[in-house]
């Protein structure tokens, strides 16, 4: 049973950090790209920021880019999200999801989820 475990969330300022950790289990982990999608309420689930299979290659959201930093270890099968300067548009569910094959920024081809874990970020 596949299963990704997000962590880290909370509420902050405006300007503060929050690092958020995604742990799998049940899959080979090297052989799926991970990424961080958001979705605020009302909005579209979007993609933040991706990572390839050995992380030699990342993707970001043109909001978030400069800001965020996501990297995986793939000894821990774990990936991370490091969301500095945080604002208030960045407030949303946060959602770690698991994608063999090639990139898709639509989430509805990523093959699994978690639960998500929400970050609130305030004025």
């Known amino acids: 049973q596949v299963q990704l475990v997000e962590a880290g969330g909370g509420s902050v300022q405006a300007g503060a950090s929050l690092r958020l950790s995604c742990t799998t289990s049940?899959?080979?982990?090297?052989?799926?790209?991970m990424a961080w999608f958001r979705q605020a309420p009302g909005k579209e689930r979007t993609i933040a920021a991706e990572?390839?299979?050995?992380?030699?290659?990342?993707y970001y959201e043109e909001s978030v880019r400069g800001r965020f930093t996501i990297s995986r270890d793939n000894y821990k099968n774990t990936v991370y999200l490091q969301m500095n300067s945080l604002k208030t548009e960045d407030t949303a569910v946060y959602y770690c999801?698991?994608?063999?094959?090639?990139?898709?920024?639509?989430?509805?081809?990523?093959?699994?989820w978690g639960q998500g874990t929400q970050v609130t970020v305030s004025s």
């Open positions: 999801a698991a994608l063999r094959g090639p990139l898709y920024l639509n989430w509805r081809n990523w093959d699994f």
């Open positions: 049940g899959l080979t982990f090297t052989l799926y790209r």
């Open positions: 990572i390839d299979f050995t992380g030699t290659n990342t």
